[in-house]
């Protein structure tokens, strides 16, 4: 099994890296940028490559992993290449690789990938796509060489699992700021909420959000929260993110 | 050194348990639901009171871990006792305390307790405050016990340290919550989103929020952005919440 790396960033980078890992040779890492190919392809021994003519296409496998704008561009050059291509994007239909003809689908790893900490591959969900059965079957053992948690899902549902994602992750990580930047105004440590962060994420890993759901909203304590609206008054962006989310809270207990 | 619990929910079960841990004798176990207070004795090998005659009076510390309208109600029976009196509430001023005689204060550990899941108390930030310096050192000493994290904080601070951990923690398992039911309602499983919600919580253990913060409002990606609003369509209040956190994502860029 080969596989030729298109991109060189977070996602490319994290994939790569594991794919080397469990024995799977990556023969070159394209990117626009020659010096990042040369960076990941040394990290994966692989041969760097920025110009689409040195492209080797007789590899089983052509991941891309570039930003979602870039991919059809991309795709345009692997149109006749001899193995299975596939984009890593929640965001991005499958029929943006339509015009490759030996098989196409996606594999989507829902998991947040920064370079400078370390990613567990084996327990990302990969959510795979494909354009027909025996490309569903070759992307399978592809993710299943990766990952215990491999998943078929839609076009569709892949979208709905990048908007959950976005509140989950995106969403909650702004929500981390928020208060990070509250306790500075007041000469507080950020590390003071740190276990308490940890906690609950770690909470809904075996209870539902719904059984997890503590603080005043859910126990509908209006004084806490006319306390806390106050407490708020010189931040208004925060005053209404309060209002708006204590509010969704309350509904759900009706 | 030994202790009177007041109160026998799921702060006064997990404080009460980790002073028995190590080696502080709980003395009695004060709730007026005499079948609660018999479940935390037994569970700490205390005496359960509900009457206000039974009480101990010479005990070192009174905990005071009861819902915080209660808490005014409960400190009017222990305003001659010999110990130090201490509520355990992040949103109440000490102040409410301030009819005990014999010095007061708060020991407010901030984490997210639930009954059915252990938490390790030594790595609970514990905040505390004192009417005056030596009913400080005392609290100091009970919490340095229990924690290797005290701070000494305001009832100000308390107070904002309180509406930073509804941000953090209440309002992002609403997050989850929200992502769940989006999930559900397309038949896909919350399992998916779990690595993806650890990992978020965990990245902020040692980046700040800011450095960790990703998705398509970060990168002013308006396109995915259109996307998501038109997949939440069906749902008007996940849009909102939608436009108004990915609108405070963008403030922050500026």
């Known amino acids: 099994m080969n596989i030729v790396c298109i991109g060189s960033g977070n996602v490319a980078t994290h994939l790569a890296i594991a794919f080397k890992?469990?024995?799977v040779d990556?023969?070159?890492v394209w990117s626009q940028d020659s010096r990042n190919a040369e960076i990941?392809?040394?990290?994966t021994k692989a041969t760097p490559i920025?110009?689409?003519d040195e492209l080797d296409r007789s590899a089983d496998c052509y991941v891309i992993a570039v930003k979602d704008n870039a991919i059809a561009s991309v795709a345009a050059h692997l149109t006749d290449v001899k193995g299975i291509v596939v984009h890593t994007s929640g965001a991005t239909p499958m029929s943006v690789l339509s015009a490759v003809k030996n098989g196409y689908g996606v594999l989507y790893p829902l998991q947040t990938f920064s370079k400078s900490k370390a990613v567990d591959m084996t327990r990302v969900p990969l959510c795979i796509e494909a354009d027909r059965?025996?490309?569903l079957e070759k992307i399978k053992i592809i993710?299943?060489?990766l990952s215990a948690k491999v998943s078929v899902v839609t076009s569709q549902q892949r979208g709905i699992l990048h908007v959950a994602a976005v509140f989950a992750s995106n969403f909650t990580n702004h929500l981390y700021q928020l208060s990070s930047e509250l306790l500075e105004?007041?000469?507080l440590n950020f590390d003071l909420l740190k276990p308490l962060?940890?906690?609950t994420a770690e909470k809904v890993q075996s209870s539902t959000p719904a059984e997890a759901q503590t603080g005043p909203a859910i126990r509908n304590d209006q004084e806490t929260i006319k306390r806390h609206l106050d407490l708020l008054s010189s931040t208004p962006g925060l005053q209404q993110i309060y209002q708006t989310l204590s509010n969704s809270i309350k509904k759900n207990d009706l």
């Open 143 to 145: 993710a299943q060489l």
């Open 26 to 28: 990556i023969v070159q």
């Open 133 to 135: 059965e025996d490309s």
């Open 21 to 23: 890992a469990i024995g």
């Open 185 to 187: 105004q007041h000469q």
């Open 50 to 52: 920025s110009d689409w």
């Open 40 to 43: 990941l392809a040394a990290l």
């Open 197 to 199: 962060i940890l906690e």
